[in-house]
């Protein structure tokens, strides 16, 4: 059994052990599960609920109107995720056609 366990996350110790699911450091006491995401990770869902990642390939399910512009984003435009995003438009994707857009998550589904 030559598993090695991580460094504590809080305070970098490498004394830490497991107790069924959770990794728990004796020097701060800090208790976490690794299979559960982190609270700093931007949890972002399509219209059915899909978690969403940079990469991934996306459908538009509606036709938008870009602000600022008279372009409109047709239904069915495919896009790629480049990164995630906080704020109103957590998506900013390559939208094949038209470039970079920031778009929200509500308005696509996974290709």
Not at 13 to 27: K, T
Not at 49 to 55: R, Y
Not at 64 to 71: C, F, I, P
Not at 93 to 103: A, F, N, R, T
Request: with cysteine.
């Amino acid at each position: 059994m030559s598993e090695t366990l991580p460094h504590c996350p809080n305070c970098s110790s490498e004394y830490v052990y497991q107790d069924q699911a959770l990794f728990i450091c004796p020097e701060c006491h800090y208790e976490w599960n690794p299979d559960e995401p982190d609270e700093d990770e931007l949890i972002v869902k399509d219209i059915h609920g899909n978690q969403l990642s940079v990469g991934d390939k996306l459908i538009l399910v509606k036709d938008l109107r870009v602000k600022g512009s008279s372009t409109v984003l047709k239904i069915g435009s495919k896009a790629t995720i480049k990164r995630l995003i906080e704020g109103d438009h957590p998506l900013d994707c390559k939208v094949e056609g038209y470039g970079d857009m920031l778009i929200k998550a509500d308005k696509v589904k996974m290709a």
